[in-house]
T-cell receptor
Framework: AQSVTQPDIHITVSEGASLELRCNYS??????LFWYVQSPGQGLQLLLK??????LVQGIKGFEAEFKRSQSSFNLRKPSVHWSDAAEYFC??????????????FGKGTHLIIQP | DAGITQSPRYKITETGRQVTLMCHQT?????MFWYRQDLGHGLRLIYY???????DKGEVPDGYVVSRSKTENFPLTLESATRSQTSVYFC?????????????FGEGSWLTVV
């Protein structure tokens, strides 16, 4: 079965500093990978996704992520964070099952705190 | 662009009562999903549906029942609520099957079982 690990439960970053959130996955085939963001009291919003092709994926709000097959990783990055980026971030892997969708398997999330 | 609407957004119920969480989507997406979100567990799939009248179990289906008589609705029922079912529940949908399709989430239903 597939799994996703987000090693950092909390990360604190100063406003204007760069950000990298780590995500490692376990899956036998080429995965479909996603990053979602959840603001307090809200649902999940898709930041970006990787299906195939270029391993560097651009998303919304200035985020990008790089798929590294050799490391089974899909880390999320942003060159300069803003206070509004404070939120919970979830990495997810999508799989097929018998031609249908099993939905997504999520990591446990990383809580991002922005210091002024 | 209504998207996915969940109701109620907040609910407190007693142990043993039946509770139904509603989910309605306006995109005519084929696939719909129910997840629960708990501290320390992230999001876990409860049930999903590939089309009207087709449903299947996810990772944590015990204690829940779903139905999908219409494409746009996917209600989740807790037949006899337990305290362990206190959680935030998210309904989601995607255009087609396979994980190549983006899954879109509703805003969540906060359920407390006392």
């Amino acid at each position: 079965a597939q799994s996703v690990t987000q090693p950092d439960i909390h990360i604190t970053v100063s406003e204007g500093a760069s950000l990298e959130l780590r995500c490692n996955y376990s899956y036998g085939a080429t995965p479909y990978l996603f990053w979602y963001v959840q603001s307090p009291g809200q649902g999940l919003q898709l930041l970006l996704k990787y299906f195939s092709g270029d391993t560097l994926v651009q998303g919304i709000k200035g985020f990008e992520a790089e798929f590294k097959r050799s490391q089974s990783s899909f880390n999320l990055r942003k060159p300069s964070v803003h206070w509004s980026d404070a939120a919970e971030y979830f990495c997810a892997v999508g799989v097929y099952s018998g031609g249908g969708a099993d939905g997504l398997t999520f990591g446990k999330g990383t809580h991002l705190i922005i210091q002024p | 662009d209504a998207g996915i609407t969940q109701s109620p957004r907040y609910k407190i119920t007693e142990t043993g009562r039946q509770v139904t969480l509603m989910c309605h989507q306006t995109w005519s997406h084929s696939y719909m999903f129910w997840y629960r979100q708990d501290l320390g567990h992230g999001l876990r799939l409860i049930y999903y549906s590939a089309a009207a009248d087709i449903t299947d179990k996810g990772e944590v289906p015990d204690g829940y029942v779903v139905s999908r008589s219409k494409t746009e609705n996917f209600p989740l029922t807790l037949e006899s609520a337990t305290r362990s079912q206190t959680s935030v529940y998210f309904c989601a949908s995607s255009l087609g099957g396979g994980s190549g399709n983006t899954i879109y989430f509703g805003e969540g239903s906060w359920l407390t079982v006392v």
